[in-house]
């Protein structure tokens, strides 16, 4: 069958795969997505599309297989054993820039072929080429049917529909005429056809061939009919293929005697394909129609067969063995391939197909075993990386009443252990302390004891009781300890060194999170990321964050670890609060809030929320925010997230001129503060503000030089630190608290500037009140220069410009092309009300994008 309506699509596909190469020869890459409904003819238009490529050009074409649980890396790996890499079957880390480098190594056109069953390892590496594809000689072809909400997929058909120069073609049913011309002389009337078929092509497609009189009831019954004429042992063979949802290995027909006669024959029914892989149903459908054909109870005995084979083979992906085990009702392959599949998706990180098939494991598992136990742990933390905290709880109690009734100490520390991370993970720090104590003291042997000591020490220190941490960490040394333990141990001495003052724990941190990451130690790369980031913007050494988060976001995105990107993007709201990023802060406090993820990373998010709405408008959210941040200080009782949400509280009392009876025990906190280390700018920020509501009876030790300051009376020298720290909205209201009239003016202008509308607004009040007279006039719409509208992508544009890179070198750098980085530029100066790049270059250490 031809391509009937599909010039239109035709066309545009052909286009973005020729552009790719500009006139004056450079490159810039297109993504094309193909979307239709099975049988809608996206296969065959992308290959009519192909058929006449410009010379130079190759095709790599990977498709995702229609497995129970999808295999991790599936289509990436591939493609890298076309291109001879077979590197990618060891781990994520480092797969997505050898990918994109290998594919762009010459003129490429690459297709993704039934995108709907992708696996979420796979999308991360393609969202990693597609970031860069603007620069690259690489054409992306996406083909998918639609999929629903919380799909892997939509990540990268999101960030693929934000590109302007992306192509979204979509493949609608065939109208009553194209029926009438695939039907050719068929006798079959193309109206009742329609109607049968909804328009779909390939079932249009099968009645043409249907060479029996009438028509077939069903699609089945056409494809059936091709059948037609073969021996019982041919439909086997043919049922035997249809068994692989990919395509039929070739290494395999000599176990299933399967000779070149019998392919012959198979192959005259038209069914049949040849794939790099094997031998492959034309389509997916004509495979479904022959595997419902197979009679009851069949299946599991032909599964059982290609199983059987498999194992003789010797070498076939655990993922396929499993689909195969599952359907041959066989528990005991299943749970032994299950379980490996789930080893290599946690190596890879692919931890959302690492629950699934541990999650199919366990299914086969009747008894509360060892075995089972040990799989729940598994499962319990796989769950807990995804941010499936709940799940993850259920888990973990069902191992622990297993390993009770084994009395098993071992394991029973080691489930008290994972149950204390996940409490600590769900904002629940008594409960996480409980367990932890109880790993520590169930008479473990050294392994899991190492482990529940790690976790108590970091405990302590996450309340930044410093000294019991240490102390931990140092009776561990002296015993027997695990990699991880001792890893974990140096990550919680590191930070806790970091939170005392020692800057130079930065690169302790930074080597030991490489070297579990190094390690496949996820969770502990990841975590010690998670707590340099949070450190330093607590002590507000925000570039330093900023550099962090920058690097270790995408890791977390690349490695398939929900829970601790959450807390990342958390922190980095926090960061864009202090630097004045508005939009970006609400951008990223929304990401994390919109999870529903972890409660631990919903904090900070929920305070910088609550300051947005007081500080810009946007009274009905304040306080449903500032609500949830103060039940999750209380959960979690630590100084940090305290001290925080008062001040916020004591923000929202200043906006709103009147007290706040939340903050009735203040001084008594600030009073135990002042003895807990590394809180000096948590409780500096609070006594503050409690003095700019007139609270002044509050004894002060040591603070960072900005709060002390204002607290001295020397607002303009407060501004002025604040500003060199790259804190614009706390040097604007240092100065609006000033007793010199023309520094306070200078804050409300400041103010102004930053686009914070009701906080200028009450400080306009506040100066009135006062009977300051000479204040600044109100600033027109869209006159402030200042990041507050920049989005996160427009802020890495800019920073790129304050830098002085041109247009290309801007490109190169974000791997978009250069017409695209034009456009970037244009709007990072609209936003700012600047008219050149040189305004942007002079300006960058007042914006905070040095």
Known sequence: MGLFERASQLDEL??????????????????????????????????????????????????????????????????????GDTTAAESLLGVEARFTADVAAVPTVLVIDDAQWIDAASVEVLRFLLRRIESLPVALVIAHREVPL????????????????????????????????????????????????????????EIARHRGEGLPRTVRDAVISSTTGLTSDELEALQLIATAPDAFDDRLLPYMDIDVPTLRRLEATGLLVRSR???????????????????????????????????????????????????????????????????????????????????????????????????????????????????????????LRIREHLNDGDGISTAHDRRAVVEYYSARRREAERHADAAASSGAGPDA???????????????????????????????????????????????????????AAREELVRHANSALRRSLDEIGTTAYSNLSALDIEHRRLSDAEAVLAESIPLTIDRDIPVCRQWQTGMRSRLHLLRGRWAASAEDAAAVLDDRGAPLAAAWPHIVSAQLGMRRGGADEVDAHLAAAWALSIELDEALVSLAVRSATAELAWHRGRPDARLDDAERELAMAWKIPGTQWAAGDLRVWL??????????????????????????????????????????????????????AAGLAALDALDVPATAARARANLTARGIRSLPSRPRAGTAANPSGLTNRQLDVARLVARGLTNAELAAELYISPKTADHHVSAVLAKLGMASRRDIVRSAPALGLD
């Open 14 to 83: 052909a286009e973005a795969v020729r552009r790719i190469r500009a006139t004056d020869g450079s490159w810039s890459g297109a993504v094309v997505t193909v979307a239709g409904d099975a049988g809608a003819g996206k296969t065959s238009l992308i290959g009519a599309a192909l058929a006449d490529l410009p010379a130079g050009m190759r095709v790599l074409r990977a498709g995702c297989d229609p497995l129970t649980t999808p295999r991790p890396l599936g289509p990436i790996r591939d493609v890298q054993q076309m291109l």
């Open 150 to 205: 919380g799909h892997d997929l939509l990540a990268l058909l999101g960030d693929s529909a934000r590109m302007d120069s992306a192509v979204r073609l979509s493949l609608p049913p065939l109208s009553a005429d194209a029926v009438r011309q695939v039907l050719g002389e068929h006798k079959a009337d193309p109206e009742r056809v329609l109607a049968l078929t909804g328009g779909n092509p390939f079932f249009v497609a």
């Open 277 to 399: 892989g094997g031998i492959a149903f034309r389509h997916e459908l004509a495979r479904l129609a022959i595997v419902e054909s197979s009679g009851l109870g069949a299946a599991p005995l032909l599964h059982r067969r290609v199983l059987d084979a498999w194992e003789r083979v010797g070498t076939a992906d655990d993922a396929v063995l499993t689909h195969h085990a599952a359907a041959a009702g066989d528990p005991e392959r299943t749970l032994r391939y299950a379980a490996l599949a789930a080893e290599d998706a946690t190596r890879t990180g692919s931890h959302t197909e690492a629950v699934a098939f541990l999650t199919l494991a366990l299914a086969q598992l009747d008894s509360d075993t060892a075995e089972r136990a040990g799989l729940l742990e598994q499962l319990s933390t796989e769950q807990y990386m995804v941010s499936r905290l709940q799940a993850s709880l259920s888990s973990i109690d069902a191992a």
């Open 449 to 503: 004891q190492a482990s529940a000591q790690a976790t108590r020490a970091y405990l302590a220190y996450r309340r930044h009781d410093l000294e019991t941490a240490r102390g931990i960490a140092a009776a561990q040394r002296a015993a027997p300890t695990t990699d991880a333990a001792s890893l974990r141990l140096s990550i919680t001495e590191a930070a806790s060194d970091l939170v005392d003052g020692r800057t």
């Open 691 to 744: 003095a700019r509501l007139g609270r002044n009876g509050i004894g002060s030790p040591d603070l960072p030089e900005p709060y002390r300051l204002e607290l001295d009376g020397q607002h303009a020298k407060s501004a002025k630190g604040w500003r060199d720290l790259g804190v614009p909205y706390d040097a604007a209201l240092a100065a609006l608290h000033s007793s010199d009239e023309a520094t306070a």
